[in-house]
């Protein structure tokens, strides 16, 4: 099974600054015949769903803010939100998809410094 | 719009059975990958089990192989999420989630194993 570790376990930064965190597979998660990193970043408030924000590594979806980005391939992948703003505190996890089980990251909890 | 959305949950108690349902629409679900995702309250995300457009092909975590079968109905875009054997660690709000990666969810719905 491919593991997914998060660092760090939590996190909590000024208002407008910037929050980066990280996201390591045990094993590749970069397709070689299409040159694709299968890792998602989800982001999770209490009591809602989770809500993808990045896949692909670095495609951020429709309707998500561009302080948020993706980076990284093969093993070592890293979310960047550029300045943090309130309604940004929630958990974020990555999640492999390139293999069963399609597993997700421990998460890391965004907090108001 | 998008729309899934579970039943079937509650309370059971260890060795009991539980049918989980989710209801899709506002996409074409006949064409979607789809999957069981599970959170444990206060706890993190674990997939459980995915299923391929046709329904051919599942995929589970370990912990469930044997105890949890998943399947679709495309006719009338449903899919669903046989549970026996259930354990105590099996307790958790159960997604339905919808393709590959992830970008459809419900609200889920709450399976608590206790006696």
């Known amino acids: 099974d491919i593991v997914m570790t998060q660092s760090p376990d939590s996190l909590a930064v000024s208002l407008g600054e910037r929050a980066t965190f990280n996201c390591k597979s045990s094993q590749s998660v970069l397709y070689s015949s299409n040159n694709k990193n299968y890792l998602a970043w989800y982001q999770q408030k209490p009591g809602q769903p989770p809500k993808l924000l990045i896949s692909w590594a670095s495609t951020r979806e429709s309707g998500v803010p561009d302080r948020f980005s993706g980076s990284g391939s093969g093993t070592d992948f890293t979310l960047t939100i550029s300045s943090l703003q309130a309604e940004d505190v929630a958990v974020y996890y990555c999640?492999?998809?390139?293999?069963?089980?399609?597993?997700f990251g421990p998460g890391t909890n965004v907090d108001i410094k | 719009e998008v729309q899934l959305v579970e039943s079937g949950g509650g309370l059971v108690q260890p060795g009991g059975s539980l049918r989980l349902s989710c209801a899709a629409s506002g996409f074409t679900f006949s064409t979607s990958a789809m999957n069981w995702v599970r959170q444990a309250p206060g706890k993190g995300l674990e997939w459980v089990s995915a299923i391929s457009r046709s329904g051919g092909d599942t995929n589970y975590i370990d912990s469930v192989k044997g105890r949890f079968t998943i399947s679709r109905d495309n006719s009338k875009n449903r899919l669903y999420l046989q549970m026996n054997s259930l354990r105590a660690e099996d307790s958790a709000i159960y997604y339905c989630?919808?393709?590959?990666?992830?970008?459809?969810w419900g609200q889920g719905t709450l399976v608590t194993v206790s006696s």
């Open positions: 989630a919808g393709r590959r990666p992830v970008d459809y």
């Open positions: 999640h492999q998809y390139y293999f069963p089980p399609f597993t």
